[in-house]
């Protein structure tokens, strides 16, 4: 009896984590050429909202890599992850060094997320810190790096992070911010939003506190040294 109960219950667990792994390969494949309408953060910031009797507020506007500045581009990287073009989803140097911060016992340790792991984690997954999502986030951020191209994750990341309070991409952010379209963000409009993002809803880019001000001075800086981006490597 209880060796029957035990070959079920390994027959359903194999049965779902192929049904995992498809769904998984199956949606990543689909993201590779179709926009992301929705991620499940934009789910859980509408379902704050109505519990905490603020306005529902979800603005996000797709546009192609080719209708957003290259200048956006070019700030997260110089903000978020300087060694995108070069990895394979995960910066180790920066890894080893937060790990080595920690145990001198650093409090605020810069985090080591790239580019690539904040998409994985903003399109397929729940925000949070558990090691579950940590080691679910490792396997789209493996399988996205395999199947789509930088410039393609740079185009799903820069469509898809949240840059304001219901406010959700450069063409949302750029109309939210500055009345403009993300084709025309300057640098320093650029800079401003890359600067927020490690804290979006604390943060403004328009108008900039002096945090943020501080951020985009730095971010343009970099941007000068970086000179452009070629995401199509």
């Known amino acids: 009896m209880g060796n029957t109960m035990g070959k079920k219950i390994f027959r359903l667990i194999g049965k779902a984590a192929l049904w995992f792994f498809g769904l998984s390969i199956f949606s990543v494949v689909i993201f590779r050429f179709v926009p992301v309408p929705v991620t499940p ?132 952010a750029a109309n939210f911010y500055w009345k403009t379209s993300a084709k025309n963000l300057s640098r320093t409009q650029a800079a401003a939003i890359a600067a927020i993002l490690p804290n979006p809803l604390k943060y403004s880019a328009n108008p900039p506190g002096p945090y943020v001000q501080e951020r985009i001075g730095w971010i343009v800086g970099q941007m000068g040294q970086w000179g452009n981006l070629n995401l199509r490597k």
């Open 41 to 172: 953060l934009m789910l859980i910031r509408c379902v704050e909202q109505v519990f905490s009797s603020d306005d529902l507020r979800m603005k996000h506007d797709w546009v192609s890599i080719d209708e957003i500045s290259k200048n956006l581009s070019l700030a997260v990287v110089c903000s978020e992850d300087q060694n995108f073009m070069n990895h394979s989803g995960f910066d180790m140097k920066a890894i080893e060094r937060s790990v080595d911060a920690v145990k001198r016992g650093v409090k605020r340790v810069k985090g080591a997320s790239t580019i690539s792991q904040q998409t994985a984690k903003n399109v397929f997954l729940w925000p949070g810190r558990s090691w579950i999502r940590k080691g679910f986030e490792v396997y789209f951020t493996v399988l996205i790096e395999f199947v789509w191209s930088k410039e393609r994750i740079m185009e799903v990341y820069l469509n898809s992070i949240e840059m304001g309070n219901g406010i959700y991409g450069a063409e949302a």
